[in-house]
């Protein structure tokens, strides 16, 4: 009896947002927004990239090099490592961006006129962070070979350097872009057909209709939260099929993993929109509120710049925004083939903001409803 009635209720709640012009806006296309960059947060700079060392060669040159590296601020040496294996799990954890391989004969080629091969390997899940740390080091090794021929009275180029990217093999920006979009078209919809809900209802003075009713508080807000869940799992299902038809983007790990991930994600997408539909009074205040959401949660998300480079005080507050958290998980299955045992520290932060924000909306529906 009490799920026809919340089922009844989802029914009326889909048909007026497909009656409605305002709501079928939101839908179909959403406002553009005029973002309000973060000064701190939206920096395109990458200062300190961290950076692995491997190093086979204990000769002269070597070590100049690593000490040049050592000293430049635009890389930090977090590892050394002494063994092949331990090159994947440093790139794999995100514990580096770029783990240089210096050979063993690095010294003896150079010493000898020849020329002398270095390896990169980078973490190309950002291809753009990826290709502006290249470039740092591609500078410092064009340096460093002018040094060293100018110290023997020679020309020409000496070191040369070989690179491979790990992920995203192309360095295609849109390989990490595209599956980002996922997660934020997921979020703008969602939110804003949750958060005009309960607005809307009062706009048009239905409101006190629905408190009339046999349903009980949770179970209208159950009812207000089942549209948004099925309208999100649609856009995301849309989005992704086109992310892998149109722009040929690999979908290497389980689907099991990133819906599971969707529908947690939604979960607290929909806490947070009904939160604002409870303390809100007109749709206009619902999209305001809603916005004033969606700006710094992009911002704070990881979804264009990297979370590492913002000041640690706002590197915690990222820790609140479930888009940080879903971004990892579709990036992941995406781009690193990551099952589910890999992204367990991506769900259950989802989950409890989940509850949390749920359990506050209920709060709110309640106290706002008397």
């Known amino acids: 009896m009490y799920f026809r009635q919340i089922f009844a209720l989802a029914i009326k709640e889909f048909l007026v947002l497909l009656r409605d012009k305002r709501s079928r806006f939101v839908i179909i296309g959403p406002p553009i927004m005029q973002l309000l960059v973060f000064g701190f947060a939206a920096s395109y700079d990458l200062n300190d990239v961290p950076v692995a060392i491997y190093n086979e060669d204990r000769g002269g040159a070597a070590r100049e ?24 799990p440093l790139i794999d954890n995100r514990e580096v961006l770029l783990v240089l391989h210096i050979g063993q004969h690095f010294s003896a080629n150079l010493r000898q006129g020849e020329s002398a091969q270095l390896q990169t390997i980078l973490d190309g899940r950002n291809s753009n962070t990826a290709m502006i740390a ?30 491979r990217a790990w992920y995203n093999e192309n360095l295609q920006s849109r390989w990490f872009i595209v599956p980002g979009i996922v997660g934020l078209l997921t979020l703008v919809v969602t939110l804003l057909v949750t958060a005009l809900s309960v607005a809307r209802e009062r706009e ?132 690193e083939g990551n099952s589910y045992a890999l992204l367990i520290n991506q769900y259950w932060p989802m989950a409890i903001i989940g509850v949390v924000t749920l359990s506050l909306a209920g709060w709110l529906f309640r106290h706002r409803m008397y």
């Open 204 to 335: 048009a003075g239905t409101f006190d209709q629905l408190l009339v009713t046999p349903l009980r508080p949770v179970e209208i807000l159950i009812g207000k939260a089942i549209p948004g869940i099925i309208i999100g799992l649609l856009e995301a299902t849309l989005i992704i099929i086109l992310m892998v038809i149109f722009f040929d983007i690999p979908l290497r790990g389980s689907l099991g993993a990133l819906y599971l991930g969707i529908v947690l994600f939604l979960l607290s997408a929909v806490g947070i929109g009904l939160m604002i539909s409870a303390i809100t009074v007109t749709q206009q205040q619902a999209v305001l509120g809603a916005f004033l959401f969606l700006v710094p949660a992009v911002i704070l998300s990881g979804f264009s710049t990297p979370i590492a480079n913002m000041p640690q005080v706002v590197q915690w507050l990222t820790y609140l925004d479930p888009l940080r958290y879903f971004l990892v998980i579709v990036r992941g299955v995406t781009l």
């Open 65 to 88: 090099l690593v000490s040049r590296i050592e000293g430049s601020p635009n890389f930090q040496v977090v590892a050394t490592i002494d063994r092949d294996s331990e090159v994947a």
């Open 134 to 163: 290249m470039n740092y080091l591609r500078t410092m090794l064009l340096d460093y070979n002018r040094n060293w021929l100018t110290s023997r009275g020679e020309g020409g180029s000496l070191v040369t350097l070989h690179t």
